[in-house]
């Protein structure tokens, strides 16, 4: 099958299991003998990369400095690394991108989401994902997992309702745009949330879209 690159990303919570998921959809696209990269956010850049550490582990950052860097790190990685290779038919796995600013600074932190559209276009523009994995896991759920993994970044040492809105702010993505963001199960066990991921790809016709 010969379909145009396309851009997918993956959302969710702490420890929704977006790094799990991202297997599911390769599995696909090597199936489907596309080229594809697998980028992620903060990050996918080597400058982008460097505000990544900032923004994990630098103990207290104000919200809108969180916020202007998760954007400067984007733009890097939307200018240098996602658009160009879309436009050479390569394409592109993200494990988070900009609904992550909405739900956590908008949702989360509070900031004027008006605000944050601006950034968007600014930033983002055109370059927008034709599908968005939302997976959805309850807050103490994900956080249970994602601490048993490993330590806790300065995000994830939010507290409760940090995370309960940032779960709202997803719903509230997802109910204004449905036909991009579908969104997964992700409470379920490992093998049922891939079979919920593989039909969804399978399945998507908005491929056949030129
Ligand atoms: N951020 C990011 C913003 O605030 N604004 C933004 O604009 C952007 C882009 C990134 C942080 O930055 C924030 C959000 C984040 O706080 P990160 O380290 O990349 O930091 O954090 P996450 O993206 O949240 O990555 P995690 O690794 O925490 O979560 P994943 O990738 O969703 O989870 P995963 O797949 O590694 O799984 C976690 C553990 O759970 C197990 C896995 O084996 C693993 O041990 N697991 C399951 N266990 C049971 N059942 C399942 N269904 C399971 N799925 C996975």
Redesign the pocket.
Known sequence: MTIKARFITLE?S???????ALNTIKNQLEQWQVPYIVT???GGEPSAELIRDI??HTEHLEPLTELLL?FAARNEHVKKVIHPSLDQGTWVIS????D??FA??GFGRGIDLDFIGQLDRLTVGDTQPDLTLW?DVDPDIGLK??S??SEK?R??QENDAFFKRIQSGYAHRQAADPDRIKRID?N???SA?QEQIAHLIETYDYWMKP
């Open positions: 969710g702490e420890g929704a299991g977006k790094t799990t992620r956010e903060p923004l994990l998760m494990d988070r991108f900009v992550a600013s956590y600074q997976l997992r994602a048993d993994r970044d995000i994830e992700a379920l066990s490992v949330v």
